[in-house]
């Protein structure tokens, strides 16, 4: 970066002042940022029946992304700013105000919730920014409704298995004892 200024006396330019500053490190850590920046929406942005929230001590949205909350009627415009009162049912927001704080505190969580007929798997993590400890927090909301599902089928095999076998069990007891 290359800096300027002429020096002029009776009218005439005698002079220029200038001063020269190597920014090649902050343009590199620039470009850095940006290709990160980059990186992140993209991710956030594809992650698999999923959304990706950022929050900031005030317990405000600063970003969310996600095909997630496309499906249950929201945009990032919606959330972005706003609390999770202002966007989620009041059970809900408490608990997600709940377990923000806690990742705010330095804690990492994951918990299960229900919202309309789907079922979300959500993580939070403090994102630590340098010496000022934690500012941030993140969270990832996974919809899991399929494998709940899928385990509860699961146990009402295993349970109607367990019966059949007791039963079975009980029936061959008597003639194994003749025999």
Same mark, same amino acid.
């Given at each position: 970066s +290359?800096?300027?200024?002429?020096?002029?006396v009776?009218g005439e330019?005698?002079?220029?002042?200038? #001063? +020269?500053?190597d +920014?090649?490190d902050?343009k590199?850590?620039?470009r850095?940022?940006l290709? *990160?920046k980059?990186?992140y929406?993209t991710?956030?942005?594809?992650?698999?029946?999923g959304?990706?929230?950022?929050f900031?001590?005030?317990?405000q !949205?600063?970003?969310?992304? &996600?095909k997630?909350l $496309?499906k249950?009627?929201?945009s990032p415009?919606?959330?972005?700013?706003?609390?999770?009162?202002?966007?989620?049912?009041?059970?809900?927001a408490?608990?997600?105000?709940? !377990?923000f704080?806690e #990742?705010?505190?330095?804690?990492?969580?994951?918990?299960?919730?229900?919202? &309309?007929?789907?079922?979300?798997?959500?993580?939070?993590v403090?994102?630590?920014?340098g010496?000022e &400890?934690?500012? !941030?927090? *993140?969270?990832?909301?996974q919809n899991?409704t399929?494998?709940?599902?899928?385990r509860?089928?699961?146990?009402?095999?295993?349970e109607?298995l367990?019966e059949?076998?007791? +039963?079975? $069990?009980?029936d061959?007891? $008597?003639?194994l $004892?003749?025999?």
């Amino acid at each position: 970066s +290359i800096r300027g200024q002429p020096q002029v006396v009776d009218g005439e330019v005698v002079r220029v002042r200038g #001063a +020269i500053q190597d +920014i090649t490190d902050k343009k590199e850590r620039v470009r850095e940022i940006l290709e *990160l920046k980059q990186q992140y929406q993209t991710l956030s942005e594809n992650i698999p029946n999923g959304a990706v929230f950022l929050f900031n001590e005030d317990i405000q !949205y600063e970003r969310a992304r &996600g095909k997630e909350l $496309s499906k249950v009627g929201l945009s990032p415009d919606d959330i972005e700013s706003a609390t999770p009162h202002d966007v989620f049912p009041t059970e809900l927001a408490e608990e997600l105000t709940h !377990y923000f704080t806690e #990742a705010l505190n330095g804690n990492t969580n994951t918990f299960m919730q229900t919202l &309309g007929e789907s079922v979300y798997r959500n993580r939070t993590v403090p994102i630590e920014t340098g010496d000022e &400890g934690t500012t !941030y927090g *993140l969270a990832l909301a996974q919809n899991v409704t399929e494998q709940v599902e899928r385990r509860r089928g699961l146990e009402g095999q295993k349970e109607r298995l367990e019966e059949f076998t007791s +039963i079975v $069990s009980h029936d061959l007891q $008597s003639p194994l $004892s003749v025999a």
